[in-house]
């Protein structure tokens, strides 16, 4: 056997090889690409992921919501928690500043009665009842928020309105090596499937 009848046999595994590998750079490239639909009369070819976003937004707006974050459990937490002594210092201070400034710009002559002494006293009775507001108005706010904000919606619109050309550049800076792998393992099955078909009718001439 001469080598022009032979060339096929040898060839074969690496035209094989190269339409594996084309394939699945194709296909890593379709996930993102073409952006805006191709029209073939009735057909549309589009990346899947810019055809798919709005579903894409769907269900993650529904996962997040359903599996990791719920506004329920924010608002128990936060009815859970002893608030009160997180907010003593805050409310110290502010009682202290409303006194020596808006008080006195209010009244002026309070300034005359106000010292150092009559401000702690009087931060020393405030604080305490301030205080005991703080769970209720915790646990109003904890049943506001679970009751206005909406993470589904919020996460839905969130992803909707990501650019494509953003999540491709996430995407690939995190999964190139996964991406190349994939392309170089279409490249090596299609060799082999080229050795493969090959061996076989070599076998069978």
């Known amino acids: 056997m001469d080598f022009a009848q032979f060339a096929p046999y040898l060839l074969t595994p690496f035209v094989c090889a190269l339409i594996g590998w084309a394939t699945n750079w194709i296909a890593v490239k379709m996930l993102f690409h073409p952006r805006e639909p191709w029209k073939f009369g009735p057909l549309a ?58 008080l006195v710009e209010a009244i002026p002559m309070a300034a005359m009665f106000l010292s150092e002494s009559m401000i702690e006293k009087l931060k ?29 919606a919020a996460v839905r619109a969130k992803v909707e309105a990501f650019p ?20 170089i393992t279409g490249g090596v099955l299609g060799f082999m499937i080229g050795s493969a078909q090959s061996l076989l009718f070599w076998l069978l001439l």
């Open 45 to 102: 070819i589009q990346g899947i992921f810019p055809k798919r976003q709005k579903a894409l937004a769907a269900r993650l707006g529904e996962m997040v919501q359903r599996e990791l974050v719920n506004m329920e459990e924010i608002a128990e937490a936060l009815r859970g928690h002893d608030m009160s002594e997180r907010f003593r210092e805050v409310i110290d201070a502010e009682i202290g500043r409303l006194l020596t400034e808006k």
């Open 124 to 152: 020393k009775l405030l604080v305490p009842e301030i205080l005991k507001l703080v769970p209720t108005l915790v646990d109003k706010a904890a049943g506001e928020l679970s009751a206005c904000y909406d993470i589904e």
């Open 164 to 183: 494509v050309e953003k999540l491709e550049e996430i995407l690939f800076s995190i999964m190139r090596r996964e991406f190349r792998f994939v392309e």
